[in-house]
């Protein structure tokens, strides 16, 4: 698994990696970006779908539990070492990228967030990543607490939900 942009440039910052490891390693996520763009230009239907799926299902988060808490468990979600969604999370503290973009309902990888409970500065959250077909991808819960600058961090990862 390759480290996520945020891994990249933190590596880079600590001079662990050097300037062209950097530029070949952010070259890969963009060939990967590239790739998925040219996915969806073949089968502009599926995309679409899936689009409509993603924006269903962050709209039904935001309505329930607001905006800033489902951006913050998706940028808590990222810092998570090798956890492989957080490859699609890395900028989702980013305001100006839709919700909608970091989940994937049918595309494989999927990513979708299964359940999210909030109770006082605790945060409950089951996703679903993996395999695309009904019961093969894997369930993991989190719990998610705000620290000392109130920021959300995952404090508890549970290796699979039943």
Not at 60 to 74: D, N, P, T
Request: net charge positive; proline share 7%; with cysteine.
């Amino acid at each position: 698994m390759i480290p996520t942009p945020n891994e990249v440039f933190a590596m880079f910052e600590r001079g662990e990696i050097k300037r062209e490891e950097l530029q070949s390693l952010m070259a890969m996520h963009a060939r990967e970006l590239i790739g998925e763009m040219e996915e969806d230009y073949q089968n502009p239907a599926a995309a679409w779908i899936e689009g409509m799926l993603a924006r269903q299902a962050a709209g039904r988060l935001v309505w329930r539990h607001g905006r800033l808490l489902v951006r913050e468990v998706l940028v808590a979600l990222s810092e998570v070492p090798d956890f492989p969604p957080a490859r699609y999370l890395w900028n989702a503290s980013h305001p100006d990228v839709p919700l909608h973009c970091f989940l994937r309902m049918r595309r494989e990888p999927v990513f979708r967030i299964i359940q999210l409970g909030r109770r006082g500065d605790v945060v409950d959250v089951t996703v679903e990543h993996g395999e695309a077909g009904r019961g093969r991808g894997i369930r993991r819960g989190f719990v998610l607490r705000r620290d000392d600058r109130w920021r959300l961090l995952v404090v508890k990862a549970q290796p699979t939900v039943p």
